[in-house]
């Protein structure tokens, strides 16, 4: 009964790369229809990418239902549940490989380990120990620290005109935190920004907004405090805000590496920080 992560896994970015094919084997069979792209003035990086993804995010978190059940029963809502406070802080390390199949279409898995703090206190009202007895108010309160894997797949579409470029982007993660079912969420995101150069090198700016669908359901046991027996819970939990707005860059500081650094926040006190140093070949 925690506040649920949320996973910001950057794809890779788009958009002409200048000089990003310089000393690539003109034999290399990716992307397909690469010939094309060179020939209409496209320059496009190197197909095979492995970086490392590293994140922090701090959020609020919405409880949008709680249910508990005694030894084995099945879960009943409680609908009195007072939820005291539930905010979450993740650190988020992944390793990420991808690949150019078409110049306009990349896409990538992740795979990875995720750091989290939470607080979450919820007030409820638990069964009676007898029949007929009275109703037990009592303070409930999450684990404040778990660690757990994390695995996804990611795709990106791209394109520009001229200067300026447009990628969509996609992944499915899933996340063990130790609950008895795993967390999943699907993240999306837009970016529109502008390509240029800086010391004869690709840079690019950009302007983002993200989607993260990653309300779910954490379930699992806790120990009733007056008997001793068991509690099973369902917590029904996703971020407060579900989308954030921001700005990025990316530099190549030679063909075979890029770095991005991406920010955001839900203008609500929420915010993240990502930073993706990449080795492509």
Same mark, same amino acid.
Request: hydrophobic share 40%.
């Given at each position: 009964?925690?506040?649920?992560?949320?996973?910001?896994?950057?794809?890779?970015?788009?958009?002409?790369?200048?000089?990003?094919?310089?000393?690539?084997?003109?034999?290399?069979?990716?992307?397909?229809?690469?010939?094309?792209?060179?020939?209409?003035?496209?320059?496009?990086?190197?197909?095979?990418?492995?970086?490392?993804?590293?994140?922090?995010?701090?959020?609020?978190?919405?409880?949008?239902?709680?249910?508990?059940?005694?030894?084995?029963?099945?879960?009943?809502?409680?609908?009195?549940? %007072?939820?005291?406070? $539930?905010?979450?802080?993740?650190?988020?390390? /992944?390793?990420? @490989? =991808? *690949?150019? !199949?078409? #110049?306009? +279409?990349? %896409?990538?898995?992740? $795979?990875?380990?995720?750091?989290?703090?939470? /607080?979450?206190? @919820? =007030? *409820?009202? !638990?069964? #009676?120990? +007898?029949?007929?007895?009275?109703?037990?108010?009592?303070?409930?309160?999450?684990?404040?620290?778990?660690?757990?894997?994390?695995?996804?797949?990611? +795709?990106?579409?791209?394109?520009?005109?001229?200067?300026?470029?447009?990628?969509?982007?996609?992944?499915?993660?899933?996340?063990?935190?130790?609950?008895?079912?795993?967390?999943?969420?699907?993240?999306?995101?837009?970016?529109?920004?502008?390509?240029?150069?800086?010391?004869?090198?690709?840079?690019?700016?950009?302007?983002?907004?993200?989607?993260?669908?990653?309300?779910?359901?954490?379930?699992?046991?806790?120990?009733?405090?007056?008997?001793?027996?068991?509690?099973?819970?369902?917590?029904?939990?996703?971020?407060?805000?579900?989308?954030?707005?921001?700005?990025?860059?990316?530099?190549?500081?030679?063909?075979?590496?890029?770095?991005?650094?991406?920010?955001?926040?839900?203008?609500?006190?929420?915010?993240?920080?990502?930073?993706?140093?990449?080795?492509?070949?």
């Amino acid at each position: 009964m925690k506040a649920l992560l949320a996973l910001c896994l950057l794809g890779p970015l788009a958009g002409n790369t200048a000089r990003a094919q310089e000393e690539a084997p003109s034999e290399r069979r990716l992307p397909f229809l690469a010939e094309e792209a060179r020939k209409r003035g496209i320059d496009l990086p190197r197909p095979f990418g492995i970086g490392v993804v590293y994140y922090h995010l701090d959020r609020a978190i919405e409880i949008t239902d709680v249910r508990v059940g005694r030894e084995g029963n099945t879960p009943v809502s409680v609908p009195d549940a %007072v939820v005291f406070g $539930a905010d979450s802080k993740v650190d988020n390390a /992944n390793l990420k @490989v =991808d *690949v150019w !199949l078409l #110049p306009f +279409l990349n %896409v990538y898995a992740i $795979a990875g380990y995720i750091w989290n703090e939470s /607080n979450t206190v @919820v =007030d *409820v009202t !638990l069964p #009676p120990l +007898l029949p007929g007895g009275s109703p037990r108010r009592r303070r409930l309160e999450a684990p404040t620290s778990l660690t757990g894997s994390v695995a996804g797949l990611g +795709l990106t579409l791209a394109g520009g005109y001229g200067p300026f470029f447009f990628a969509a982007d996609c992944n499915g993660a899933r996340a063990d935190l130790g609950f008895d079912d795993r967390f999943k969420a699907v993240v999306t995101s837009i970016r529109a920004g502008w390509f240029g150069e800086v010391s004869g090198r690709p840079l690019r700016v950009w302007f983002n907004g993200t989607d993260w669908n990653t309300f779910a359901t954490a379930t699992g046991t806790v120990t009733d405090p007056d008997d001793g027996s068991t509690l099973s819970f369902e917590v029904d939990q996703g971020p407060a805000h579900p989308r954030t707005y921001g700005i990025g860059a990316s530099y190549s500081p030679s063909p075979s590496w890029e770095l991005s650094l991406d920010s955001g926040s839900d203008f609500d006190g929420g915010w993240y920080v990502a930073l993706v140093p990449v080795f492509r070949f």
